[in-house]
């Protein structure tokens, strides 16, 4: 993480009232829309250069549905991506690729996200095929060593295939493949949740170590609050297809004002045991409703101890809340709720 403020940074990736609904049909031969799967609703965030934003929610919010259209796998129902001022999803040809280039994709599972018949060397140095312009021929083979080498790999390793590596080189070399074009951006949707605890730890520090070798910018997706906590700069908490709470680190662990956001942090293990006693603890009940189906006006309110008649009618917007426009405490950040107020759910 850098010297500037991340928010005096330049922003590369600006996303506005981004939208992806998934039609529900119906019927065989004359499909009908039935309805439609809310998988992301409205939600807007900037990514700076250099930075990590942390997207934090539980399974089936819409996390990877984001990574897809920010990578230009899925099309928006609606919204923008600009990416250094341009809308991506309005670019084709050329200056497409040149934008594909610059955002690259870490993916989940290591495991299945490498081919398993292609060998280290291929699988690295696939994107110079497609970029042929990025790598002569004859260079590629001392790239993909020098990948190698970057990530923490023997280079010796390059004809190797996936089977014979752990779980965590495989994430390694992952990793190597997403640096090749030497992106701007990299797009990690829980590269670390199919690994080990200890092997997690060592893969998040390389990454941290390549963001400043490389000035590389992070949109890092997981499902929980406590891995994307050390490398962060800011964080936003999604709930059912929509942003609940977006802030710096230090807003969202020491001052989160969104109940969602503090029920996920009392569910974050406290290695101190005194900090414990001190907090309190809140269980969240009840399932995630369906996205086909969101609750009307505040998504999280069916799962809320503080729901009343206004989060049913009145959706609740994604701004600093009215009663902390004024406080010079971390509380002032953006964060959709009516009643947003702090609570004393983790001790630092
Ligand atoms: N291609 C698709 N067609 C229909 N529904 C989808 C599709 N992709 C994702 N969804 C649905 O969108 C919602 C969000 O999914 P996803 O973005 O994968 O969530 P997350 O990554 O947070 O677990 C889920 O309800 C999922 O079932
Ligand atoms: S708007 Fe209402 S239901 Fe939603 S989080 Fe706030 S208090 Fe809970
Ligand atoms: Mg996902």
């Known amino acids: 993480m850098a010297d500037a403020p991340v928010e005096a940074r330049e922003p590369i990736l600006e996303v506005r009232g981004l939208v992806k609904h998934f039609p529900l049909t119906q019927g065989i031969l004359f499909k009908r829309q039935i309805g439609a799967v809310k998988a992301v609703d409205d939600i807007s965030f900037t990514l700076h250069r250099g930075e990590t934003l942390g997207i934090v929610g539980e399974s089936g919010c819409g996390k990877s549905t984001v990574a897809k259209l920010l990578m230009n796998l899925e099309q928006p129902t609606a919204g923008q991506i600009l990416y250094r001022g341009e809308d991506i999803a309005k670019l084709s040809g050329r200056a497409l690729k040149a934008v594909r280039r610059n955002i690259q994709m870490v993916f989940q599972d290591p495991y299945t996200s490498l081919n398993p018949r292609m060998t280290v060397g291929d699988i690295i140095g696939e994107p110079f095929e497609i970029h042929p312009e990025t790598a002569p021929k004859g260079d590629r083979r001392r790239k993909v060593q020098e990948l190698l080498d970057v990530v923490g790999l023997n280079p010796e390793y390059i004809n190797r295939y996936p089977h014979q590596f752990s779980g965590g080189q ?46 590389l910018a992070y949109l890092f997706i997981a499902h929980d609050l406590s891995i994307v906590r050390h490398i962060s700069d800011r964080v936003g908490v999604m709930y059912l297809g929509k942003m609940a709470e977006i802030g710096t680190d230090a807003e969202i662990y020491d001052h989160p004002t969104h109940p969602y956001t503090q029920a996920l942090l009392s569910a974050v293990p406290q290695p101190d045991p005194s900090a414990r006693e001190n907090r309190e ?68």
Do not use: Y
Request: glycine share 4%.
């Open 170 to 215: 495989r994430q390694r070399i992952g990793i190597a493949r997403g640096l090749a074009l030497n992106p701007e951006i990299i797009i990690c949707d829980e590269p670390v949740s199919a690994l080990d605890v200890s092997v997690q730890a060592q893969v998040i520090n390389l990454m941290e170590r390549l963001q400043n070798e490389f000035d």
């Open 281 to 348: 603890r809140i269980i969240l009940t009840g399932d995630v409703p369906s996205p086909a189906n969101p609750p009307s006006g505040c998504r999280f309110r069916t799962r809320c101890w503080k729901a009343q008649d206004k989060c049913a009618e009145e959706v609740p917007l994604l701004a600093v809340p009215e009663r902390f426009k004024d406080s010079d405490t971390g509380a002032r950040h953006d964060s959709a709720c009516h009643f947003a107020e702090e609570k004393d759910v983790v001790h630092a």
